[in-house]
């Protein structure tokens, strides 16, 4: 589950972020008559038509996985946490409509209706992410249903959808999938540059994602800062273990890295009252330690906490990177020429990449052992598969070969691009040609408008 | 109606529907793998790609449709259902991951023989998805699935009932996608290809209609609660499908394409109705009823919410879109 879920939320957030960003350059194609933007959006949507459907694909995997693996989750509350991904699907209708729509909608539709194709599928993916996040959020903290006697009753679906948590979690989340795609299609363009094509097309095609991927990376601390403040109250263990605070202290310090071992802190880097301040927005509200879970109820310490540093650490750093390069711009200094900034835009984007990934490591595993918090543990959720290893393994060698499929048809789109076939040949016969004089155009053919 | 029935009705209407969209998008499979070889096959297989590319997502979120509505207005039976029928599920599953992500790569491909490969998959797993599909609804409507233990991990979906219920998916979807890429090919001024594509739909029409009637005959020892119900109150539906399934193939062979796409969705309409019919008011039949199963009346209220709001939101643009992709102007594009 954990490894489906990781690999769909890269290509999610593509869902999420990337029709925003086509629509800019698309929008300055058909307004500002750039033809460089047009080409830009007319590739971009090829490679979306690719990861969109391996994306569809992995959302229906986690479908199935939800009942495969979780019946005890599924079977218990299925009713209660079930109509935001009702609402979900919902979401991926419209999403996967309008998708058929613009992608097929070149030189067929009228160009001003075409692009308006791309703002429901923008909305879409905000929307669709929301649902699945408030069902994260309400694993965190549920709320929406009483426990009496072992039964579920009182339900009231609406509470989890808009469930309190949901909000924040929701922001950082759509605000990571906006920095992860800006900095990885970014970061494609940066390499272009490596290698010497400073042409406008490069140029263009790095400021745009850029543009999202800075604002993303701007506000992410602080959006990340005040999820961090509710889970003092929430989920103490959690903060405990984020903070590696073995015990209460008034006020406390802020770890930096280090690790637990034997019930000892070790190679960590202290700062006083940081902690405090930081994790409870106070001067002396502590953090509660370890020392007041029962060892049950505590998650596996090490992943928690080194998982949630290195999240934070990347933030700061992309941060601080987004803030050197516009600052540096604004003084009239493009960093552009700059080979060792092209060469870190290139690493961002798998950075934002693992700084996510990181995030629901440090939120899931610090969640453990409750599947829905305080109600329901994992082992009691999971399904009693002994085969179940079977199915991990499938996994994890169909998603290699999606991986691996993927990246082949992307590295061959692109060299095609750059040799200058931009209609990509019909791919189902040296001459397809030879089956009918008459035949109508391919799609690829009536791309061009 | 009890708020119950409404949420099964809705979800079932799901089933019907993926069963024709998804169906027809399956079905395309079967006459993308027998089209022959690269050079020979390449005219069809240009024609499908043309005619489910736009299409293919949309069409499959019914499936989406299906498990949410499914687990969240009735969670205890979707459990128990992924609990016995793990295989076949997960079988369909491997076929719809394959499926979509080899369509999607085969039209990019950087080679021919890559896409040759990434064909093959697409099109071996288009038929195998419907198979296992079908012996999903032959595991539940024949009473195969209890309601809290686990069932039998191999003969709950390698019966008769189950058997039958695959074969007759495939037939159906590879029915509908006949027909409706012959009324492509034809509207599309493409002779040659609806010459063949005409007389392989009437092959696989007639094949699949003697596969549904003789499949009454296991099934009648087989299924007893679901043969009951499909010689009573389904029957009717029964006699339609035969009806309008005869009048397709009939409208075929005097080559009416446009109007036998409208009878072959109502054969195949009236086929899977018929088995929900057929089991009513069982969800899993002979275990646990529809009543019985259902979530909380909060959460089957916000669920018909769900069901309006998509009718609102998703019908207009899905009718646009299938419209789009049916006119002549896109076909000729
Ligand atoms: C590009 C990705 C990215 C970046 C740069 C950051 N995060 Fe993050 N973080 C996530 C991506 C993420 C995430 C993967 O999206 C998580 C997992 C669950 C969630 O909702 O968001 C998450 C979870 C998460 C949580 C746990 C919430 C919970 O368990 O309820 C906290 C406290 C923070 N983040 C705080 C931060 C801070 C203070 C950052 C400062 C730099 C930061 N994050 C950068
Ligand atoms: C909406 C999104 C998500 C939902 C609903 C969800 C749900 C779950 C559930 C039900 C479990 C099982 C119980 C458990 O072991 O905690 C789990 C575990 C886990 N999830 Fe998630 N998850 C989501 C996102 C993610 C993502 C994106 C990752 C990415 C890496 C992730 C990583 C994990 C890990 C590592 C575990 C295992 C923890 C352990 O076994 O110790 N989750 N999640
Ligand atoms: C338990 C967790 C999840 C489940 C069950 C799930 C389910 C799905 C499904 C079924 C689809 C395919 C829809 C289609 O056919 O088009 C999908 C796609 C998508 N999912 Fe998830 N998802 C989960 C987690 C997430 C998360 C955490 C996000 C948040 C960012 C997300 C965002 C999306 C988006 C934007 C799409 C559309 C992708 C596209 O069209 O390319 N999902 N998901």
Redesign the interface.
Known sequence: MALSLGWHIILASFGVAWPAMILVAHWRGVYRRDDVALGLAQRWA?VS??L???G??????L??E???LW??L???????L??P??????S???E??????Y??GW???PPRRHLLMLV?MAAAGVVGSYCVISVNAWMNMPVGFRLVDGQ??D????AVLFNPGAILQFAHMWVAAYMIVGFLVAGVYAAGMLRGRYDRHHRLGFTIPLVFASAGALVQPLVGHVLGLRIAEAQPAKLAAFELATDTESPSPLRLGGLLINGQVRYSLDIPSLGSIIARNSFTAPVQGLDTIAPTDEPPINITHVAFQSMVGIGTLLFLAVALYWFARWRGRDLLSNRWALRFAVLAGPLGVLAMELGWVATEVGRQPWVVYGYLRTRDAA?D?PQIWI?LV?TAV?YTG?TI??A??????A??WRAGEED?P???????D???G??????RE?TTP | MTLETAVAAALFAGVVIYALFGGADFGSGFYDLTAGG??????V??LI??SI???W??N??W???V???W???F??S??????TL?LP??LA??G?????????????????T??RL??AIFAASSLITPFFLGTVAGAIASGRVPATRRGDLWTSWLNPTSLWGGAIAVGSCAFLAGTFLTADAYR???I??VTSLRRRTLVVGAATGAVVFAALIPILRDAPTLAAGLTGRAAPLIAISGLTGATTLALIAARRYQPARVTAVLAVASVISGWGLGQYPWLLVDEVRIDDAA??P??LI??LV?VA??GI??LP??V??LK??QSA?????
């Open positions: 090829k038509a690719v969109f459907a391996i569809a694909v992995s959302g229906t995997v479908s199935f939800m009942g495969l019946p005890g599924m079977g218990r509350y299925g009713g209660v079930g109509l991904f009702a609402f979900e699907g919902l991926f209708f419209v996967a409509i309008f998708l058929g729509l992608l097929y030189g067929r539709i429901p579920v009753v339900v009231n679906p609406w399904g598969n199915l499938a169909l999606l499929g993927a082949l048809v992307l590295r061959s789109m060299r095609r990509l019909s791919p189902y016969g040296p001459q397809s030879a089956a009918g008459s035949r109508p155009p391919t799609d009536a | 690269t050079r020979r096959g390449a005219a297989r240009t790609d043309h590319g736009p299409v997502e949309a499959h979120v499936l989406i449709y498990l949410v509505m687990w969240t207005g969670p205890a979707f459990a128990a259902a992924m609990n793990i599920m997960f599953l491997l719809i991951v394959l499926r979509g992500a080899a369509f999607a790569f085969r039209k990019f491909a950087p080679t021919v890559q896409a990434y064909g599309g001024g493409r040659d290809l979530a909380a909060a959460t916000g669920l769900v709001l998509a939101v998703v643009p899905l646009y879109l789009l992709t102007d896109w076909t000729h594009h």
